[in-house]
Structures are given as C-alpha cells and as structure tokens.
C-alpha cells in the first residue's frame, strides 16, 4: 500500500507542476482518487515540507532577458561565507556549493549585460575570498525558465 501511495503523490505533484490552480475534482479525475483525498495528500505534502505552492515567472517576460550561469572559485576556507554572501543577492535564483574546478555555481537573472557587469565588477568583487568567476550566458533556456521574482 505503501508504494501505491507514494506513486500517488509523485503523479499528484507532477500535475500540480503542470497547474497547481487545478480543482481537487479534477486532479482527482486524472489519479483515480477521491477530491478529499487530493486535499488531504497537499495538505500534508506542504505540512511536510515536500512542497511549496508558489507563484513562478518567466523572467523574460518580467524586464530579466538575460539568465547567466556564473562559477566561482573562491579561497577553502571562504567558501561558506560567499555562499552566504550570494545567497542574499536577489539576482541569484539558484546557488550549489560544487566539487571540481569551481566551489559554487549560481543561476542568475539580469535586466541587461549592463547589469550583468556591475553585478560581477561591483558585487562580486567585494565578496571575501572570491579568487576567479568564469561566466556563461544562457542563450536559450528551453527547460526551467519559470522562476520566483
């Protein structure tokens, strides 16, 4: 019972994923369960910290056409405290601390090269411990462009 109710949820949230506006009564129709069964499900699928219901955006079409990958190599022992730093910058929509060449990865959104500049010559440079960045411009995101402002 328990791997039904599991590949219940996956197939829940991957159409939620598609359309979280959908009524119960629908997602219901598509699963084979009941409407009460779908709220239930949500209902401790985000008690549980599994899943947040939240507003994305195509940045593009929000004034932020140009996505960048960034790559940082910053000194060991400040890898901790830049994560920290870039984590805060509201540029930065997705941050990993990394193994091989580079020490963290971000993808990030700019209004314009122009932005995308002073964030790497302003910004970046003041974090502590940044040794080097190497920076790729995304020319076409076909997969996971919607993102949170």
Known sequence: MAGRKNEIDERLVKLLGQDARQRSEALAKKLGVSAATVRRRVKRLIQNGLIRIVAVVDPAKFGFPLSAVIAFDVAHDKVE????????????????????????????????A????????????SVEGMRDTETFVCLHVDKGRYVQL
Do not use: C, M, P, Y
């Open 81 to 112: 405290q830049a994560t920290q730093a870039l984590v805060n910058r509201s540029e930065i929509k997705w941050i990993s601390t990394t193994t091989g060449r580079f020490d963290i990865l971000v993808w990030a959104q700019f209004h314009s």
């Open 114 to 125: 122009d932005d995308l500049s002073d964030f790497l010559q302003k910004e970046v440079s």
